[in-house]
């Protein structure tokens, strides 16, 4: 294919589980069916998913990250220190149902012992012959609005130390992918979305921290997080309000963020999500610089 990313349809990763993939995952956990099995039905679920991008024109593709549970599993599985613990935060809908949010948790030391990411991209390049694009949580997520709540004190004493530590991985994989000729990585960011929505930070302020600092630190950590990355790598950043179901974490606009979200170096281009009335209005788009890129989110599955 000619041209580079961005290209003006993409979409952001994550795609619908086929039920023979979502039966597997079962069946692995009652003990039915083993590992390989698994992957051989993952490995033939991502080839006819990337063959289907491709026949409605994509020029980028993912292989819908079907290999894992939650979008940020890999991450968790792949980085030392890392594991799942329950958050403040609450998926709900119109109808009032709710279901409590999961995310990452630094139990340990952070140290990325293995690629993220790196299996997944060369086996979709394996397959296609169009631009592979990469997905990870982004740093932000990784904290998922909690400062020192999601950071084990004992591991980590000094909380800047740890926010070090977590975008040294981050710049490990970024060169690790670039070495097996990666150009496209995508970064998902649910934190800074949800930052104008004033239960959002009743509840950030209730964890004994300040909305508007950890907005710079967040900043900050995604900047160090792209530092040094390779010219010809195109790093995006998709900006969502968390999704389960059918249901969301937070309501606001991106004007709270805006300025500071669209001048952090090394983020091209940013996918922010526009497919509800949720999402605000589009007056923040006058902020975004002269050389980067908003891929508008207009349309859904749902």
């Not at 990313?5 to 994550?14: I, K, T």
């Not at 990666?182 to 934190?191: A, G, I, K």
């Not at 004033?198 to 004994?208: M, T």
Request: aromatic content about 10%; overall charge negative; proline content about 5%.
């Amino acid at each position: 294919m000619n041209g580079k990313p961005p290209f003006r349809a993409d979409h952001v990763g994550s795609l619908l589980r086929p039920q023979e993939l979502i039966d597997a995952r079962h069946k692995l956990r009652n003990g039915e069916i083993g590992e390989n099995a698994l992957r051989e039905i993952e490995d033939r679920a991502i080839r006819e998913v990337v063959k289907f991008q491709e026949d409605i024109g994509l020029q980028a593709v993912t292989d819908g990250e079907f290999r894992r549970g939650a979008f940020f599993s890999h991450f968790v599985k792949s980085v030392a220190g890392m594991t799942v613990k329950i958050t403040p935060f609450t998926f709900s809908n119109d109808a009032g149902d709710s279901v409590q949010a999961y995310g990452p948790y630094a139990a340990g030391k952070l140290k990325r012992n293995k690629g993220i990411t790196t299996n997944e991209f060369t086996f979709v390049e394996s397959v296609t012959d169009r631009t592979v694009k990469v997905t990870m949580p982004a740093p932000s997520y990784v904290n998922f609005l909690g400062g020192r709540e999601r950071v084990d004190e004992t591991a980590y004493p000094d909380i800047a130390e740890y926010f070090a530590d977590l975008a040294a991985v981050y710049r490990e994989e970024l060169a690790d992918l670039h070495a097996l000729g990666c150009t496209f990585v995508q970064l998902d960011e649910v934190p800074l979305a949800m930052m104008e929505d004033p239960h959002v930070n009743d509840q950030i302020r209730s964890l004994g921290e300040d909305p508007d600092r950890l907005i710079e630190v967040y900043i900050d950590a995604i900047a160090s997080s792209v530092s040094g990355k390779p010219h010809d790598m195109v790093i995006g950043m998709h900006l969502c309000r968390g999704n389960y179901r059918g249901r969301w974490l937070a309501s606001g606009g991106y004007e709270r963020v805006a300025e500071r979200l669209f001048n952090i170096p090394g983020i091209d281009v940013f996918f922010l999500e526009y497919d509800s009335p949720r999402a605000g209005d589009f007056s923040p788009l006058r902020l975004l610089p002269r050389g980067k890129w908003a891929v508008l989110g207009l349309i859904s599955s749902k």
